[in-house]
């Protein structure tokens, strides 16, 4: 029933560390279904990040002002929350719902191979073995073809596939339930700059934390410069919810007296539990719920967004509580508020920098949130997802001290387990170059999924034109 994919439809579903120190997720968090030819010509062209612009005091700000941080978060988050209209609006108004969060329009990475694999198709011989880059114009008709091409779908297909739509749900569901998503700045980046991660292919196990990066205005060693602000990355955690499973969403407690004994390892080995949590009955308008084409609905109960609107990134991440308002959603602001639905029901934590430098254990807040924060405080900043960051010790881990390795042959394991060469679980900032810009979506260690990352869709492709035109006249 489902349409034929790309070569690489697997690819979303390896990218399970695109965020945070996590493992696999299981079964029970869903197939991790991208968006299709199919949705995409509904869902509409990928919708760019608003990034806003930072200056080096803003960047010093956020790092010593908790409460700046968070504000900074909650924006980031409001962001990517705004309602844009899909391209089969017309088509799907039985469902009386015409809109899907900002970030739901955003890529997968069989679409950057779809893309890719046009783009150098097109360039034609010459242009391939120059290693020519493509033109402004080039890439942003990529995009326009990406957002209306059936590949060898048909229009009788699409049409019967926008007839399956007939609630507010299968609207969101229309965009899939993909672990990893790609802002379309973020994905120009590997269009443009093709030639120097290539290059990179088979040097990832030599960098090591000394490795200087490609010049003082260029921390990586895999790119020919770092990602534009408007770069940005979602991972999600998805959870199976509906007639068939009766038993509701798991509950994570993150009050200040579980983080104390959680973060001293007391609880779980210093992790996040994953067995028999306490469930709760939530609907739709108590969490972001999408039905997919075969009718099952699936649940976000957490919510990794990464934006490179600083340069060491701005690392926010959320997750469903049926007590939204106490510890990590005390201070939520009113553009949350305003957007209404299932979005006043998720707690926030957000980092920008190793260090802690807020002297203040509390941040200034008061309440079950400055419980929270000085609980956690500590030399290095923290944030960590009890959904999404599995394993002992994550639940004393930042995104930003794991993300710090991304591109070389490191393993997620080590980092937050050998405390000798990763201090503080990982918190610790220890490279002086950051080869693939903090992105664990580009390459990751040695595993059997590693042909799936992004740099090797991209090396796969351009190794086939290679064998193609090396015996073509």
Not at 7 to 22: F, H, Q
Not at 225 to 239: H, L, N, Q, T, Y
Not at 286 to 315: F, M, N, P
């Amino acid at each position: 029933m489902r349409p034929i994919q790309s070569k690489l439809a697997g690819l979303a579903l390896a990218l399970a560390a695109a965020a945070g120190c996590s493992s696999s997720t299981g079964p029970s968090e869903g197939s991790d279904n991208a968006i299709r030819e199919l949705e995409r010509r509904a869902v509409g062209k990928a919708q760019a990040y608003p990034a806003d612009t930072y200056s080096e005091y803003d960047t010093a700000r956020f790092a010593s002002s908790k409460r700046a941080r968070r504000e900074l978060g909650w924006k980031a988050l409001a962001k990517i929350l705004q309602p844009v209209t899909i391209a089969a609006a017309a088509d799907v108004e039985p469902a009386k719902k015409t809109t899907v969060p900002l970030f739901r329009t955003w890529l997968g990475g069989d679409e950057l191979d779809r893309m890719f694999g046009k783009m150098y198709g097109d360039f034609g011989k010459e242009r391939r073995l120059a290693r020519d880059v493509p033109t402004d114009k080039e890439v942003s008709s990529l995009f326009e073809w990406n957002a209306t091409s059936l590949g060898q779908n048909s229009e009788a297909d699409y049409f019967a596939r926008l007839g399956q739509v007939k609630n507010p749900e299968s609207v969101d569901g229309l965009a899939g339930n993909p672990r990893s998503a790609y802002s379309p700045g973020y994905v120009r980046q590997y269009l443009v700059d093709y030639p120097s991660l290539a290059g990179c292919d088979g040097k990832t196990g030599s960098f090591t934390f000394q490795t200087p990066g490609g010049s003082t205005t260029n921390f990586t060693d895999c790119f020919s410069r770092e990602f534009g602000k408007d770069a940005a990355v979602v991972k999600a955690s998805w959870r199976r919810n509906d007639a068939l499973v009766t038993d509701g969403l798991p509950v994570q407690d993150t009050s200040a007296d579980t983080l104390r004994k959680r973060l001293a390892n007391a609880l779980d080995d210093g992790g996040w539990p994953q067995k028999d949590l306490p469930m709760v009955q939530a609907g739709a308008e108590d969490a972001y719920t999408i039905q997919l084409q075969g009718g099952e609905k699936y649940s976000l109960v957490a919510l990794h967004i990464i934006t490179k609107e600083l340069r060491h990134w701005v690392w926010t991440t959320i997750w469903f509580s049926p007590k939204p308002d106490e510890d990590f959603g005390q201070d939520r602001p009113v553009a949350i508020k305003d957007i209404g639905g299932p979005w006043k029901n998720y707690k926030m934590c957000t980092v920008t920098d190793f260090d802690e430098k807020d002297p203040d254990p509390r941040g200034g807040y008061d309440g079950s949130l400055g419980d929270a924060l000085a609980a956690v405080h500590g030399p290095q900043t923290w944030c960590s997802n009890p959904f999404v960051e599995k394993g002992a010790h994550n639940a004393g881990t930042n995104c930003i001290g794991c993300h710090q390795h991304a591109g070389d042959t490191t393993g997620l394991p080590q980092i937050i387990n050998d405390e000798a060469r990763f201090p503080n679980k990982g918190r610790t900032k220890v490279r002086e170059s950051f080869p693939a810009d903090y992105s664990w979506a580009f390459a990751t260690p040695d595993s059997p999924d590693t042909k799936d990352r992004l740099m090797r869709t991209v090396v796969t492709r351009m190794k086939a034109y290679d064998r193609q035109d090396a015996t073509a006249p």
